[in-house]
């Protein structure tokens, strides 16, 4: 059986900015399906800023 590597996209943008996201998401898609990589999940933390909503 042979296994290919599998991706987790992982986006992130300080503001609520749904463009920054976007454009995150598709260069991240076309780097791993250049590769053929399978991608198996995606992960937004939209509008999360490190340095105010950090957990104490």
Partial sequence: ???GTTALLYLRA???NDAAIAE???FCT???EAR???I???V???GVSGMRDAPA
């Fill in 14 to 16: 300080a503001s609520a």
């Fill in 44 to 46: 937004v933390d939209n």
């Fill in 1 to 3: 059986m042979t296994t």
């Fill in 30 to 32: 076309g780097y791993a």
């Fill in 24 to 26: 995150q998401r598709r």
């Fill in 40 to 42: 198996l999940d995606v």
């Fill in 36 to 38: 053929g990589w399978r």
